[in-house]
């Protein structure tokens, strides 16, 4: 398999991604619409909260609507074992971030921007890096491919 056929795939599955993200939290503000009142009949105008916990059948934690140290806005979801499988959150720099993990905890793909544009960070099984693609500080795309030895190469724009 070429560079370019693993780059096609991996921007297909941060497709797929992202839009299971975007329907996950639409389904977490559903629930909450639902689940927040006390006559469960989901219609009010307002919730207004520090955290909100959303737990499974069995009772355990699986979702977290919270803000983080600095104030900003955290969304994680969790395996029913209380692995954390998904972040949303920001960066120090106040940029965002969504970071997808596997159930042993290591992180497998990471969405985040620098000032000069978006980022992503792939990882494999073992947590080592092993595709990046960033934009310069010229604007430029950059991708980066590497071995488990961080052996590769990265690819950008000729002049």
Same mark, same amino acid.
């Given at each position: 398999m070429t560079v370019e056929e693993r780059l096609d795939q991996l921007e297909k599955r941060n497709k797929r991604l992202t839009a299971a993200l975007t329907l996950m939290a639409v389904? &977490?503000? *559903? !629930?909450?619409? !639902?689940?927040?009142?006390?006559?469960?009949?989901? =219609?009010?105008?307002t919730v207004i909260a520090k955290t909100v916990w959303v737990t499974n059948d069995a009772g355990g934690l699986v979702v977290t609507l919270a803000a983080n140290d600095d104030g900003d806005g955290f969304v994680q979801t @969790?395996? *029913?074992e209380r692995k954390e499988l998904v972040r949303l959150s920001s960066t120090v720099s106040d940029n965002g971030i969504v970071a997808t993990y596997q159930p042993n905890g290591k992180e497998l793909v990471k969405l985040t921007a620098t000032d000069n544009g978006g980022v992503i960070d792939v990882r494999n099984k073992t947590g080592e890096? &092993?595709?990046? @693609? $960033?934009?310069?500080? =010229?604007?430029?795309? !950059? !991708?980066?491919?590497? $071995?488990?030895?961080?052996?590769?190469?990265t690819l950008e724009p000729g002049p």
């Amino acid at each position: 398999m070429t560079v370019e056929e693993r780059l096609d795939q991996l921007e297909k599955r941060n497709k797929r991604l992202t839009a299971a993200l975007t329907l996950m939290a639409v389904a &977490i503000c *559903a !629930v909450i619409t !639902v689940a927040a009142t006390g006559d469960k009949d989901g =219609y009010f105008d307002t919730v207004i909260a520090k955290t909100v916990w959303v737990t499974n059948d069995a009772g355990g934690l699986v979702v977290t609507l919270a803000a983080n140290d600095d104030g900003d806005g955290f969304v994680q979801t @969790m395996s *029913a074992e209380r692995k954390e499988l998904v972040r949303l959150s920001s960066t120090v720099s106040d940029n965002g971030i969504v970071a997808t993990y596997q159930p042993n905890g290591k992180e497998l793909v990471k969405l985040t921007a620098t000032d000069n544009g978006g980022v992503i960070d792939v990882r494999n099984k073992t947590g080592e890096r &092993i595709v990046t @693609m $960033n934009a310069d500080e =010229y604007g430029n795309g !950059v !991708v980066g491919a590497w $071995n488990r030895k961080g052996r590769g190469r990265t690819l950008e724009p000729g002049p």
